[in-house]
């Protein structure tokens, strides 16, 4: 009877503290809290504790939960007072619907339930009511700031464990309502007709990884004891098209080199788990004849072994099901739970389903075809996590048992919404410096397109939830800067424009000083689960544009784009009609906002200095099928042609001069390469600039990239300002995989750094300067952290 007055006053405790924090209203306002608040808050809580001592007995009865022992020590105590059936259900629970989730209490040992499943890569997705909207991953990774990710995450994290203390306090346990987000998605980007590109941060494995962690850093805090929420990165692995053209990811068996395993589609992965990722979520597809949740090369020999990671790892939704019905690896659900913990599982992620594999642990032990000790040791990870979270800690102790309701969608929040917007947008064109825009030049402007005030695609997929009045449109948006502003719907089917009026286009843009023209995909054409049979504009939008082209005589036409992937916009590229072009991906709810301060150069951070994460083919036939995992001729790294928009490129409003770049002569195979470069903003405005730093090997005969980045920075400089930006190269960026270990050759190596990649056709509107260093000895060393 002891046991459930423990979990009565466990719940109680929680609500409390939660209650005291928690509005049930959303109010867009600042919080007002005081300290004098908190502390009052504290005295009653700690008050209910002293009081349950007396009358029960204090929570130290069980030494899981008695703080002054080490996280270690407390979750064997924990697990070892389990009985089987009990850590079956808390590793079955992971996934969405009731059937699913949440993780089930455990009365007679004080334990709440705790839901697993939830998102926050472009803010708190999914869950019911309001939360910031950013953009998604792809237009982040386009900023080329891990500072912008940092706070992107930090703002993501304060409302998703916000709104789960205030869940919490109501007894609400429903999907995407927990603290645990499976969050970011860092697969490489290596074909352009995926349909998830929008979620992840583009091509480059060193970027990724980098990014990565920054956001891992924001989500997680930087308490020391708890954490804010947690963060799991997915999906490992050589998960990254196609999804369903022209096969699905279901089934999908990716056929990977090791070169290409550990010099592409890992080191993304590792470096999350240097990061400190609380979870890795395993993918649909298999590797090499191995379904990946099933794979003990990737997540015991790789993962656990080499990389010492100490997390759980998560199925993706259904995905261990998939491995009997799509995959037919195994006939039964009793032999996929076998082989699934016994290759390092820890978590099921099921689709709602009243008997999800996980569910046949028990009868697995059993059967002798899976250690109970190793069941055990699988479910630990899951209480550890939970208790970083402080879930069994006195919640007085955990300043992230502050957050609620009244930290979610405030004025500082909308504010970073809209900065994370402009620094996401990348200049792809800006003949005679058309941009920025002077309003007051343009009499008769007209905006047009299927994006131009499509509210729901400008969000991308799976974006947080909130209310209409959040959010701008870019028509919104730009109404401010151009009260009479043009506008008609035209399309029929939104982005797909199955249909459009050519005499309604004509009678919108004759006789205008400026068209805007709003044009691109959204979650209709590219998504998770549905890939882009070509990189073409979807339904009959380019016929629409060149309707605008023929009937805009003299005005100035500037095209924006709101797409994840690459579009075919090669003739409109060299189409002098086309003054400007614009890549905004999908902003979120500061799209119209953030579009008007860019085009007319107002505010902070207005000058575009987002970069391609992703190269953009100059035709078709640049691309490999999607099917084949080779990285040869894919991605900046080994692409042997020159593309239309290289990773890296993007214009800005002023102009940048790369004056010198010094670095270390000689270093050691192992040894880090410290270089300084100094650039100076010698145009017309301020703005800031990337800083892209490659390196490349003079031997050719090397099974390396043609260059690979090794270092990038967004810096800010104003007119006139000269810099001297000073780091370093870590030696992994020049190590290559060969023979299951790391090699280093002796020999000569080039670095360059400047605003672009070195020798690209297309350039952009700074320079790059190049030095030679020299490696002096070679090395080799084993995959481990």
């Not at 459930?4 to 959303?26: G, K």
């Not at 007002?32 to 007995?57: C, L, M, P, W």
Request: hydrophobic share 40%; glycine share 6%.
């Amino acid at each position: 009877m002891t046991c459930f007055y423990i979990s009565c006053v466990i719940t109680i405790v929680t609500i409390f503290v939660s209650a005291v924090f928690c509005s049930d209203a959303l109010n867009f306002k600042t919080n007002n809290r005081t300290e004098d608040h908190y502390k009052a808050a504290v005295s009653e809580i700690e008050e209910s504790y002293s009081k349950f001592s007396q009358i029960h007995g204090s929570f130290g009865q069980y030494p899981f939960w008695n703080t002054n022992l080490s996280w270690q020590e407390r979750v064997e105590d924990l697990v070892s007072r389990l009985t089987l059936e009990e850590v079956q259900l808390q590793m079955a629970r992971g996934g969405t619907g009731p059937y699913s989730t949440p993780a089930p209490p455990i009365m007679r040992l004080g334990i709440v339930p705790y839901v697993w499943n939830s998102k926050c890569q472009c803010g708190d997705q999914g869950a019911k009511e309001n939360a910031t909207a950013f953009p998604q991953s792809i237009g982040l990774a386009a900023s080329f700031s891990p500072q912008l990710l940092f706070d992107v995450a930090t703002v993501a994290s304060v409302e998703t464990r916000g709104k789960h203390n205030d869940f919490v306090r109501r007894g609400v346990y429903a999907t995407n309502t927990g603290a645990s987000c499976f969050s970011p998605v860092i697969n490489v980007v290596r074909d352009p007709h995926w349909g998830r590109i929008q979620e992840t941060y583009g091509e480059d494995p060193f970027m990724s990884g980098e990014l990565a962690a920054a956001f891992l850093n924001g989500l997680h805090g930087d308490d020391g004891r708890y954490v804010r929420v947690t963060g799991g990165c997915r999906h490992l692995d050589a998960y990254s098209g196609p999804e369903n053209i022209p096969a699905s990811r279901l089934s999908f068996d990716a056929k990977v080199s090791d070169y290409d395993l550990y010099m592409t589609y890992l080191p993304g992965f590792k470096r999350c788990v240097e990061a400190g990722t609380y979870s890795i979520m395993c993918s649909y597809n298999s590797v090499n004849g191995v379904p990946a949740c099933a794979n003990q090369r990737l997540l015991t020999d790789i993962l656990r072994k080499s990389w010492k990671f100490n997390g759980y790892v998560v199925s993706d939704e259904q995905a261990l099901e998939y491995i009997v019905s799509e995959h037919k690896y195994l006939n039964n659900y009793l032999d996929v739970a076998a082989a699934s913990v016994n290759a390092g599982v820890n978590l099921e992620l099921s689709a709602d389903m009243p008997q999800p594999v996980f569910l046949s642990i028990l009868d697995a032990v059993k059967q002798g075809k899976v250690n109970e000790s190793l069941v055990r040791d699988r479910v630990k990870p899951l209480f550890y996590t939970r208790m970083r979270l402080g879930q069994f800690d006195p919640p007085a102790r955990n300043q992230y048992s502050r957050l609620s309701n009244l930290d979610v969608v405030t004025p500082a929040h909308f504010a970073m919404a809209v900065d994370a917007a402009k620094k996401s947008f990348v200049l792809l064109k800006n003949d005679n410096s058309v941009l920025p825009l002077n309003p007051s030049k343009f009499k008769t402007v007209a905006i047009l397109g299927p994006m131009a005030d499509n509210y729901q695609e400008m969000f991308g997929s799976l974006p947080p939830l909130q209310n209409r009045v959040f959010a701008k449109t870019p028509l919104e948006g730009l109404r401010e800067a151009f009260p009479g502003i043009r506008y008609k719907p035209v399309c029929e089917g939104q982005t797909l424009c199955t249909k459009y009026s050519r005499g309604a286009v004509k009678k919108l843009v004759t006789g205008t000083d400026l068209i805007i023209a709003v044009f691109g995909t959204g979650p209709a054409v590219e998504a998770e689960g549905n890939d882009r049979s070509n990189l073409n504009f979807p339904g009959m939008q380019l016929q629409f544009i060149e309707d605008i082209l023929e009937n805009g005589g003299t005005a100035k036409i500037v095209l924006i784009l709101m797409s994840a992937g690459p579009l075919n916009v090669t003739l409109l590229d060299a189409d002098s009609r086309v003054s400007a072009i614009l890549e905004c991906f999908f902003p979120g709810q500061a799209t119209g906002d953030a579009i008007r301060e860019v085009l007319i150069n107002k505010g902070n951070n207005s000058s575009p200095a987002g970069r391609l994460p992703v190269t953009w083919p100059l035709y078709a036939s640049q691309v490999p099928p999607i099917t084949n995992y080779s990285m040869v001729n894919r991605t900046y790294r080994y692409m042997q042609s020159s593309p239309l928009y290289p990773f890296g490129f993007g214009l800005s409003y002023t102009k940048f001069i790369y004056e010198s770049l010094i670095a270390v002569e000689k270093v050691k195979a192992t040894e880090n390469l410290m270089f300084e470069v100094t650039l100076k903003n010698v145009g017309a405005y301020d703005a800031d600039e990337v800083i892209q730093c490659y390196i490349s090997w003079d031997n050719p005969d090397l099974p390396v990239p043609i260059r690979q980045l090794a270092h990038f920075a967004r810096v800010h400089l104003k007119q006139g300002e000269e810099l001297r930006h000073t780091a370093e190269i870590s030696w992994k960026r020049w190590a290559f995989w060969g023979r299951k270990r790391w090699f280093v050759k002796q020999g000569s190596m080039r670095l360059t750094c400047g605003g672009q990649q070195p020798n690209q056709t297309k350039t952009a509107n700074s320079n790059v300067v190049t030095v030679t260093f020299h490696i002096i000895d070679s090395a080799s060393v084993a995959d481990t952290l």
